[in-house]
C-alpha cells in the first residue's frame, strides 16, 4: 500500500508506453501543457486548497516523487482510458470519480499516514501541488 | 410471587416441575413463559431487587488472558440480571453466522436461523421493541426524511444491517408484578445456588442446594431444571458439582467452560464522507438518542467466504471537529483507561497530544472530500468482530473462595491469529468497499500495542457467549439442540453459554428467543 519510489517509475515506464498510442494526451504530457493540465485537474477537484495540501503532504513524504513531469504523464496514462482530451470539466470530473473507482476496485491504493486512497487521487493532488508551487 | 429467601417463613415445596436458576433475561423470559402453564415454578436468584456490594461480590474472578471488565463490574447478580446494565442493542443473527464454515473450525449451529422465527418474534415483545423486521431499506423509509437513508453498498463488499434499540428494558423492573401475581411461579430471591446434586450415575438432577449469604440452607427439587445464570456462572455452577461426576456435570468431555467469545471491539481510525450525503442513519449517537434503530455496516456474506473471515461490523460516531486529533484520540484513550479503573501508563505522551494541533493529513483529507465546507464532518470507526471458537479461550474455577467457601471464576479470554486477520482485513475491505462506492475515504489506524500484538485498549461487548456451546455431538457441546445437558436427562442451559458462535452482533434478543424456546419445550409433557 504505501507509495514506492517503484511503483512510480513502474507507472512512468507504464506511462510512456500508453502514450504511443495516445498522442493528443501525450501532447497534452508535455512540458509547455503541463501547467494546463493541473489547471483542468484542479478544477474538477471539489476544493483546490485541500487538494494542494493533500499533494504537499505527500510529496513532503515521498520528497523524491517530485517530478511534475513524471507525475504529469502518469496522469494522462491513468486518464487516457477514462476521457477524451477535450473532456469538459464536468466530463473530467466524471472521468477521475470512474478511475478512482476502478483503482479501489481492483485494491489499486496506496496509504498516505493511514488514509486509503486511490493512487490517481495522490498522483494528481501531488502535481497540482507542485504546479502550483512552481508557478 | 416474589419471595426473600432470608426470611425464616421462606420455604420451598417439596418438588416443582421446573426449577430455574437465574433471574435474568433467559431466566424471567422462562418464568413468564410458564406462567398459567399449569406447572410449578420456582426460579432461585442470588441477588435481591437492587444491587448489594455483598451479593456483587460473589462475582468477583480472576482474569489471565486478554485483558477484560473486572468480572464483578461485567455481569449484574440481582432480579434481572446483566439488563440492570443492558445498552438495549437488539438484532437477530444473520444466515452465515449460523452456517457451517469450512473456515471456521467448531463453528456451525445444529439448528437453522429459521427455525428462530417465532421465537425472535416474541423476544421482540419481550424486550419492547416493538418489531422483529430487520430489512434496512424499509426501516429507512420508514422516516420519510432524506436524511435517513441506506447507504448504495452493493457491489462494494460490504452491506447495511439495523439494529433497532430496546428502551432499554430492565427485565426485574419491567417484569416484576407480572412475577409477583403469578400463582404458579415462586421467585426466591437471595438464593445461592450451592452445589447442583445429581443421581449416583450422574445422568439425572434431583436437587439443588441454596443457602443465603444470612446463613439460610435449603433443597430445592424439581422435574426438571434451567440453569440461566450467564455466560461466566453457567460453567462455574457445572463445574463447581463435582461431588459425584468428579469433572463436574456435563463436562465427561472437557468441554463445560471452554469457547469462551466476546466481541472485541477495536476503534480501526476515521471515516470522512465525500461530498453532501447524510450518514445520520449510521451515526450511532444519533441513531441511539434520536431514531430508536441504527445502521451499521458489514462484510457481506460473498467477502467473507472469499477472504475466509469472520463476521465484522463497523459502528460509525459523529466526531466533531478536532476530535480525530492526536490530543482528542489521547483524551479519549486517557478517559477509557479512567474508566476501567487503570491510570494510564503513558500520561505524560497523552498530554503532550493533548495540547498538540489538530493533524494536518487528515485536514487536508477532508477537505478535499468535502469541498469548501467549513465545518468537516469525520466519524469515528469502531469495529467489532466475531470471535473464532477456540478452545482454549475459557473458563475456569479459581483457587480463590467467595463468601460460601465455593471456588471463584477465572476467565482466560484468548484470541487467535484468525481473529486478528478478520479484523485486518475487515478494515481494508471497509476502507476499499467505501471507496469503490466514492462514498469517502478511511484512515486505518490500528493500534498493536497491547496483550499478543492486539490494542492497547481493545473493547469488548460486555457478553460471555459459548462455554456451554449447543452441538448435536457430546463431544464438540455441552447441550443438545434443546438445550438438555449431555448426558443429563432434565437438566437444560439457557442464556448465550449454548451459543455455538458469536456472530457479530449483540446477544440478548437471541437469548430471549431461545428462553421463549426452551419455555415451549418445556411445557411438552415428558415422555
Not at chain 1, 470512474?98 to 494528481?124: C, I, N, Y
Not at chain 2, 440461566?228 to 459425584?244: D, F, I, P, Q, W
Not at chain 2, 462514498?439 to 459459548?466: A, S, T, V
Request: a neutral charge.
Amino acid at each position: 500500500m504505501p507509495l514506492l519510489r517503484r511503483h512510480f517509475l513502474s507507472l512512468v515506464g507504464l506511462s510512456i508506453t500508453a502514450l504511443a498510442s495516445h498522442p493528443v494526451w501525450g501532447a497534452l504530457a508535455g512540458k509547455p501543457a503541463i501547467p494546463a493540465l493541473a489547471r483542468r485537474l484542479q478544477d474538477a477537484l471539489p476544493n483546490a486548497a485541500s487538494a494542494r495540501a493533500l499533494g504537499n503532504a505527500c510529496l513532503a513524504r515521498h520528497p523524491e516523487e517530485a517530478d511534475a513531469a513524471a507525475l504529469a504523464r502518469q496522469v494522462t496514462a491513468l486518464l487516457a482510458p477514462y476521457a477524451r482530451p477535450a473532456a469538459s470539466g464536468r466530463e473530467l470530473a466524471d472521468a477521475l470519480s470512474r478511475l478512482r473507482v476502478s483503482e479501489f476496485q481492483r485494491g489499486d491504493v496506496v496509504d498516505l499516514d493511514g488514509w486509503v486512497l486511490a493512487r490517481s487521487e495522490v498522483t494528481v493532488c501531488a502535481l497540482v501541488a507542485m504546479v502550483k508551487a512552481d508557478s | 410471587m416474589l419471595i426473600d429467601a432470608r426470611q425464616d417463613s421462606a420455604t420451598p415445596k417439596k418438588s416443582y416441575d421446573v426449577c430455574i436458576i437465574g433471574a435474568g433475561a433467559a431466566g424471567i423470559t422462562m418464568a413468564l413463559e410458564l406462567v398459567d402453564s399449569g406447572m410449578s415454578v420456582c426460579v432461585l436468584e442470588s441477588g435481591g431487587t437492587e444491587f448489594e456490594d455483598e451479593t456483587s461480590d460473589l462475582s468477583v474472578g480472576g482474569i489471565t488472558g486478554q485483558p477484560y471488565a473486572d468480572l464483578d463490574v461485567v455481569r449484574l447478580r440481582y432480579l434481572g440480571g446483566s439488563t440492570n446494565h443492558w445498552g438495549g442493542w437488539c438484532r437477530p443473527f444473520r444466515d452465515i453466522e449460523f452456517e457451517k464454515r469450512d473456515w471456521v473450525p467448531y463453528g456451525g449451529w445444529p439448528i437453522t436461523l429459521e427455525s428462530l422465527d417465532p421465537y425472535y418474534r416474541a423476544a421482540a415483545e419481550y424486550c419492547e421493541i416493538g418489531t422483529a423486521d430487520y430489512d434496512v431499506g424499509a426501516a429507512a423509509a420508514a422516516f420519510k426524511n432524506p436524511r435517513i437513508a441506506e447507504l448504495p453498498l452493493s457491489g462494494s463488499g460490504l452491506m447495511s444491517t439495523i439494529y433497532r434499540f430496546s428502551p432499554p428494558t430492565r427485565f426485574g423492573e419491567v417484569y416484576r408484578a407480572r412475577l409477583e401475581k403469578a400463582k404458579n411461579v415462586e421467585v426466591f430471591l437471595h438464593a445461592n445456588v450451592l452445589n447442583m446434586e445429581v443421581s449416583h450415575d450422574a445422568n439425572r438432577m434431583e436437587s439443588v442446594r441454596v443457602g443465603t449469604l444470612s446463613g439460610a440452607r435449603f433443597m430445592v427439587a424439581a422435574r426438571r431444571f434451567v440453569l440461566a445464570t450467564g455466560g461466566l456462572e453457567n460453567a462455574r455452577l457445572l463445574l463447581l458439582s463435582r461431588n459425584v461426576a468428579a469433572r463436574g456435570i456435563g463436562n465427561q468431555h472437557d468441554l463445560v467452560g471452554r469457547y469462551f467469545m466476546e466481541h472485541p471491539g477495536i476503534d480501526i481510525g476515521v471515516f470522512a464522507p465525500s461530498g453532501d450525503r447524510s450518514f445520520d442513519f449510521y451515526n450511532t449517537r444519533i441513531g441511539y438518542h434520536d431514531l430508536g434503530l441504527c445502521a451499521c455496516v458489514e462484510v457481506d456474506a460473498d467477502t467473507q467466504r472469499r477472504k475466509q473471515i469472520q463476521s465484522a461490523r463497523v459502528q460509525l460516531t459523529g466526531l466533531s471537529e478536532g476530535e480525530n486529533s492526536a490530543g482528542a484520540r489521547s483524551l479519549k484513550s486517557v478517559r477509557d483507561q479512567l474508566r476501567r479503573g487503570r491510570w494510564p501508563d503513558d500520561f505524560g505522551t497523552h498530554l503532550g497530544n493533548m495540547l498538540s494541533d489538530i493533524d494536518d493529513v487528515a485536514k487536508a483529507v477532508y477537505g478535499y472530500l468535502q469541498g469548501d465546507k467549513s465545518a468537516a464532518r469525520l466519524f469515528g470507526v469502531t469495529l467489532s468482530i466475531e470471535q473464532e471458537p477456540n478452545p482454549d479461550s475459557r473458563v475456569m474455577l479459581s483457587d480463590k473462595k467467595d463468601a460460601f467457601g465455593l471456588n471463584r471464576v477465572d476467565l482466560d479470554w484468548r484470541l487467535t491469529a484468525n481473529d486478528y486477520r478478520t479484523v485486518t482485513e475487515a478494515a481494508k475491505t471497509m476502507a476499499t468497499g467505501l471507496g469503490i462506492k466514492d462514498l469517502g475515504r478511511m484512515r486505518l489506524d490500528i493500534d498493536r500495542k497491547g496483550k499478543e500484538g492486539w490494542p492497547e485498549h481493545l473493547g469488548w461487548g460486555w457478553h460471555q457467549i459459548g462455554t456451554t456451546r449447543m452441538s448435536d455431538d457430546p463431544k464438540m457441546g455441552v447441550v443438545d439442540r434443546d438445550c438438555r445437558v449431555h448426558g443429563v436427562a432434565n437438566l437444560y442451559v439457557a442464556g448465550s453459554s449454548v451459543f455455538p458462535t458469536s456472530g457479530a452482533g449483540v446477544p440478548t434478543l437471541t437469548i430471549v428467543a431461545l428462553a421463549v424456546r426452551l419455555a415451549e419445550h418445556l411445557r411438552r409433557p415428558i415422555p
